[in-house]
């Protein structure tokens, strides 16, 4: 039996193949509100709690804007349409967060000296640092420290996302140009399993039960913060808190 997202998935398809064949707007508009979902699981994937700028709604009309460039530009060739919105869609609220100043050269580059502070600070004091101890490492108090960490997560899953320009002069995203690991060399197959075994042994051996769930929660089922929080019962703002500390202490822990 077909599960309902594959159903789900099969009905947008659907929909995407009569419009590009009849360029009919109750189409469109039936498309944008099947695919209404999958912008608010995107949005509802970052806190905007320190943004004083943008809102949730804000962040779901980029997303709309996304998911019509993704209607207009698509064309099959044996990618389903869900993927290809998806990263489009994505890219669209990124293009937001980045204007607003949310990320920017400076934000990396904090998180850089950040990700310094704690890889220097683990190995000098033989365990990881505390809050307090990196805020003095880096002279910074303790909300900048929480500002750099939930922009942390913003340069970690935004980076694949930058566009850049095409054959064409028009653009694509830098994730569009990653080659398929059934291409990779034999020695490009390596460093991608070791990276993978690498990754496996610090989740399962490094990290606490609770920061092993919100990682799993976040990355493979892909919940919203607002959807981990009826799991795990901590506010979102601490849940966004717990996953980019994780993330720096994994970073860290594969510069090694």
Not at 12 to 36: D, M, S
Not at 151 to 172: A, H, P, Q, R
Not at 224 to 235: E, F, G, M, P, Y
Request: charged share 30%; with cysteine; glycine share 4%.
């Amino acid at each position: 039996m077909q599960s309902t997202l594959s159903k789900l998935k099969e009905t947008g398809e659907a929909l995407v193949k009569e419009y590009l064949e009849t360029r009919n707007e109750r189409i469109k508009a039936k498309i944008v509100e099947h695919y209404a979902p999958l912008i608010k699981n995107i949005v509802g994937r970052y806190n905007l709690h320190y943004s004083t700028t943008l809102n949730a709604d804000d962040l779901y009309q980029f997303g709309i804007l996304g998911l019509l460039k993704a209607l207009e530009r698509f064309k099959s060739n044996g990618v389903p349409f869900h993927a290809f919105a998806y990263k489009r869609i994505y890219g669209e609220v990124v293009d937001a967060l980045r204007r607003e100043g949310m990320i920017g050269r400076d934000k990396y580059e904090k998180v850089r000296k950040l990700e310094t502070a704690v890889k220097n600070l683990t190995a000098s004091l033989g365990r990881e640092p505390s809050t307090e101890e990196v805020c003095r490492a880096l002279d910074i108090d303790e909300k900048t420290y929480y500002d750099i960490l939930n922009t942390s997560l913003l340069v970690y899953t935004t980076s694949l996302n930058t566009k850049i320009s095409d054959d064409e002069g028009d653009f694509i995203y830098r994730i569009d140009t990653l080659t398929d690991e059934s291409a990779m060399s034999p020695e490009e197959e390596l460093e991608n399993l070791d990276l993978k075994r690498r990754l496996k042994e610090i989740i399962s051996n490094e990290l606490s039960d609770r920061e092993k769930i919100i990682l799993a929660l976040y990355f493979y089922e892909e919940l919203t913060l607002a959807d981990i929080r009826k799991v795990i019962n901590l506010t979102e703002a601490r849940i966004s808190q717990i996953l980019n500390q994780t993330l720096i202490k994994v970073r860290v822990k594969l510069m090694k």
